[in-house]
């Protein structure tokens, strides 16, 4: 097979394990705990995994982690799966952990009768007490010696709901006194009785991660089992029992940093409470790092994919700049969005020299391969907006003042004949007259003007309603509750007249709103108006 050439420290991996044919066909999965929806953070791995089955044309599984009934939900887990479909990726097999759980409990019964696994009696509190440190070894359970016999009667018992929550647990026989605490004889499954999202009422003891994990990768035959860094120490546990219970496929851990992002949030625990308290609109609220709240935003899926793949893969954990991913969302906005005309703060202008009406055509987008136009109406009455006319305006002053000209947009020239005032001194209109031969693309006028204003026709113009935002979270006082740095006037709502052409858009249409900013159609609109959201602004203000 010919090499690709690695792009991080995991594709080196793979390639080493391709050329040596330690593996044959690439395997990777993305193992989610449906215990709430997917964030910017899962974004990353995703990339990863799919980007691997992609690269080397390998698998990728979508396995849903569901080893802790409490948690869990079917919505979470629909929901992953759409919000995965958004990204653009595609998973081989859909697996539930949940679907092993027989496969697991019988590991657990060869272990036993290795000598490998025995029953604890001991509370979760008092194994933690007997764990030792990173300097001391841990004490050993006075349950550990117990018979294999005994342990296999015990173990079935706790199968069969005879004990309560915490009364048992079984535990990892390897050595208490190892200077890798994940290895100091280790929980693998405990007793809970409560109701599964996929099995029901079928199981009272559940495996723990540790055990459970080295499993489902060994049965569905994945070769590189990527995951975050905090893992790195559970590694000789993950190896030791994928030995232990003989497993036929031996998958290889690899670790890599997580995303973090300034300012920041991820926790699902963080998020929910968030959802629950009502403190956003749900999960998809578009200040919310969730993949649907990033969606519902107007972030584009490519540009997603893009940011993930920039920042690369890493041994080590930082940070990045929450302006880095705007800075992409925006590179591919201005690249693919179509321009349309709005205007938030409106002023009217009568064209005094012009009457009736026309229909021009205006490009949607400049950086577009192949040009598309759509159709302005063009009248003696416009809105523009309020700040593109001052009384007395400062130098370099490109837009209108009594006497000054400006381009309308995809129109004509006009200039400032005249400002009309109410009694308190505030400009309610102007009357300007326009240049007949300066119609863009057929300019004959001669007249040269720097300053070009957005504007909609007063007669053929709607109203729509924009939503703009601050970051969910302040700036930190050094306070550890997220909860106080939650902004509540996060949100912004105005009013804006728009060019009919928006009228014919669809939720999650995104728009270039000239000179305003980029915005994209929400959800919450109705027949009684649109709603857009701002996506980003348009200045860049993240430092390269
Ligand atoms: P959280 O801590 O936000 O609840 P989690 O790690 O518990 O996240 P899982 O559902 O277990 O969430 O994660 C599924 C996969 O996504 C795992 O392989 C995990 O390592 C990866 N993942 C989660 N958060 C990040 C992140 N911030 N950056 C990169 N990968 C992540
Ligand atoms: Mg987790």
Not at 48 to 75: A, H, M, Q, S, W
Not at 301 to 313: L, P, S, T
Not at 331 to 338: G, K
Not at 517 to 537: C, H, M, Q, R, T
């Amino acid at each position: 097979m010919e090499e690709l050439k690695a792009n991080n420290f995991i594709e080196e991996i793979i390639n080493r394990d391709l050329e040596s044919g330690k593996v044959k066909e690439v395997y990777t999965r993305f193992p989610p705990e449906p215990n709430g929806y997917l964030h910017i953070g899962h974004a990353k791995s995703l990339c990863l995994n799919f980007g691997i089955k992609r690269k080397y044309n390998g698998k990728c599984n979508l396995r849903f982690d569901d080893t802790n009934p409490v948690k869990e939900d079917e919505e979470y887990v629909e929901s992953i799966k759409e919000d995965i479909r958004w990204l653009g990726f595609e998973w081989d097999k859909l697996l539930f952990a949940s679907d092993y759980f027989e496969e697991m409990y019988n590991c657990a019964v060869t272990l036993i009768k290795k000598g490998k696994a025995f029953v604890c009696d001991m509370s979760a509190e008092e194994i933690s007490r007997n764990r030792g440190s990173l300097t001391e070894p841990g004490k050993e359970s006075p349950w550990r010696n117990r018979s294999v016999e005994e342990n296999l009667d015990l173990f079935e018992r706790m199968k069969n709901g005879e004990f309560a929550d915490g009364e048992k647990v079984l535990r990892a026989k390897i050595d208490m006194a190892s200077p890798n605490i994940n290895m100091r004889d280790p929980v693998i499954y405990r007793i809970v009785h409560a109701r599964h999202h996929n099995t029901g009422d079928k199981w009272c003891v559940y495996p723990m991660y540790d055990l459970a994990h080295p499993l489902e990768d060994a049965i569905e035959g994945i070769t590189h089992s990527i995951c975050t860094l905090e893992f790195e120490d559970h590694r000789p546990l993950y190896d030791w029992v994928v030995r232990e219970c003989g497993c036929e496929n031996v998958p290889q851990q690899i670790e890599f940093a997580r995303l973090n992002i300034t300012d920041t949030v991820m926790s699902k625990r963080f998020l929910k409470r968030l959802v629950d308290e009502k403190t956003v609109e749900g999960w998809d609220d578009p200040r919310m790092p969730t993949i649907c709240g990033i969606r519902r935003r107007g972030y584009p899926a490519a540009a997603v994919r893009d940011f993930c793949e920039r920042i690369g893969v890493a041994k080590a954990n930082s940070e990045v700049e929450f302006s880095y991913l705007e800075s992409v969302v925006r590179e591919h906005l201005n690249r693919d969005a179509d321009r349309v005309m709005v205007v938030t703060n409106p002023l009217l202008v009568e064209i005094t020299n012009y009457d009736g009406h026309e229909t021009l055509e205006v490009e949607n987008n400049p950086n577009a391969e192949n040009k598309t136009f759509r159709q302005v109406s063009f009248s003696n009455r416009i809105y523009i907006d309020g700040s593109d006319f001052m009384v007395s305006p400062p130098p370099k002053y490109h837009r209108l003042y009594q006497g000054a000209m400006v381009r309308l947009k995809g129109a004509y020239i006009i200039r400032c004949d005249e400002a009309v005032f109410d009694d308190n001194g505030n400009v309610v209109k102007l009357r300007c007259s326009y240049l007949p031969e300066s119609k863009s693309g057929h300019d004959g006028s001669g007249v040269k003007v720097k300053g070009v204003i957005q504007w909609v026709d007063a007669a053929n113009c709607d109203a729509i309603t924009l939503r703009r935002f601050k970051p969910l979270l302040g700036p930190s006082n050094g306070e550890t509750d997220f909860m106080s740095r939650v902004d509540k006037n996060s949100v912004k709502t105005e009013t804006a007249f728009a060019e009919k052409a928006l009228a014919s858009a669809r939720v999650e249409d995104k728009f270039q709103f000239m000179r305003i900013g980029y915005f994209v159609k929400d959800k919450l609109s109705g027949p009684s108006g649109a709603v857009f959201n701002e996506i980003v602004g348009l200045k860049d203000s993240f430092n390269k």
